[in-house]
């Protein structure tokens, strides 16, 4: 069993950056591929990014591409999510996932990972 626990959520102003972490527990981070998702109450959860076991594949999410950056240390079961330039409508909870896969391609789904943080709050002012 597999467990994320994100941190570096916070309030912002609109412009300003962040930085999530997400710390896994296992010994096998290498062969996960992982992604951020967010979501806002009464929405869907919509993937944000995604990245494979050794970083060199990355996918973003058209409303973010640019703008945010997909990271891991895998020596440090960490994967890290830069978001610069920040805008109200990117507050949301965002959450962390993983799922143990020979993929080496980042996954863009939702039911397509198995492990699941519990979240951490990004909240954007104008």
């Known amino acids: 069993q597999v467990q994320l626990v994100e941190s570096g959520g916070g309030l912002v102003q609109a412009g300003d950056s962040l930085r999530l972490s997400c710390a896994a527990s296992g010994r096998t981070f290498s062969s996960y591929v992982m992604g951020w998702f967010r979501q806002v109450p009464g929405k869907e959860r919509e993937f944000v990014a995604g990245?494979?076991?050794?970083?060199?594949?990355?996918y973003y999410a058209e409303t973010v591409k640019g703008r945010f950056s997909i990271s891991r240390a895998n020596a440090k079961n960490t994967v890290y999510l830069q978001m610069n330039t920040l805008k109200p409508e990117d507050a949301a909870v965002y959450y962390c996932a993983g799922v143990e896969t020979r993929s080496d391609y980042p996954l863009p789904r939702r039911y397509e990972y198995d492990y699941w943080g519990q979240g951490t709050q990004v909240t954007v002012s104008s």
């Open positions: 990245i494979n076991g050794n970083g060199d594949h990355i």
